[in-house]
């Protein structure tokens, strides 16, 4: 099993939909949560960290399950702006990578 | 705030050859881990550095190898290159060790023949 496993994508989508991004980890003792987003071509940059209470950064929203291991990523009323690669990023220690979600917002 | 910078931008070496590559970490930043990048994969750990020191590792051979300086730069060093270390090499920096949140700088994307 990965450390850290994602839907592999790719995601194709409407402006104005909703997409959800899952994320699985297999160590229990990881310790905080990321998820970054990766232009083509570009370093990724950090879009948001994920507390176990869920957290939300206007139309994006964070989830934790520290039971299932398990993290999501929601984004609401998608933008053209929004197609990237998404990364989800556990903390082992290091930081251990998914290989990334590639999401693609059309008109 | 200067934020995290890295060069070359570009580099093609020959199968053999010795490369360093250069971070310069974000402002206030006493960490700056290492990571590579092959086309359609997630970064993948190298090494990390705190405070000069080398605070660990990934599953990456001796041949690479890394040094921090006093003011928080870093250098990633890879001899003996080989063709599949072509790929895009981040640098990210951090306020400290373990779960503070990481700036990546541009990257440098090698290219091995």
């Known amino acids: 099993r990965k450390e850290v496993e994602q839907d592999p994508g790719p995601f194709n989508v409407p402006e104005g939909a909703t997409v959800a991004f899952n994320c699985t980890y297999s160590?229990?003792?990881?310790?905080?949560f990321f998820w970054y987003r990766q232009d083509c071509r570009k370093e990724p940059k950090l879009l948001m960290s994920?507390?176990?209470s869920g957290n939300e950064d206007g139309r994006f929203t964070a989830q934790l399950n520290r039971a299932s291991q398990y993290i999501s990523l929601l984004i609401r009323d998608s933008k053209l702006s929004d197609s990237a690669t998404y990364l989800c990023?556990?903390?082992?220690?290091?930081?251990?990578f998914g290989a990334g979600t590639r999401l693609t917002v059309k008109p | 705030e200067t934020g995290v910078t890295q060069s070359p931008t570009h580099l093609i070496k020959t199968r053999g050859q010795q490369v360093t590559l250069r971070c310069s970490s974000q402002?206030?930043?006493?960490?700056v881990s290492w990571y590579q990048q092959a086309l359609g994969q997630g970064p993948q750990f190298i090494f990390q550095?705190?405070?000069?020191?080398?605070?660990g590792r990934g599953n990456f051979p001796p041949r690479f190898s890394g040094l921090q300086f006093p003011n928080y730069s870093s250098e990633l060093n890879v001899n003996a290159l080989e063709l599949d270390d072509s790929a895009l090499y981040l640098c990210?920096?951090?306020?400290?060790?373990?779960?503070?949140?990481?700036?990546f700088g541009p990257g440098t994307r090698l290219t091995v023949t």
């Open positions: 994920v507390y176990s």
């Open positions: 550095y705190y405070r000069e020191e080398e605070n």
């Open positions: 160590n229990s003792a990881s310790q905080s």
């Open positions: 990023v556990v903390n082992m220690d290091d930081m251990r």
């Open positions: 402002s206030g930043h006493n960490t």
């Open positions: 990210a920096s951090s306020l400290g060790r373990g779960s503070y949140e990481q700036y």
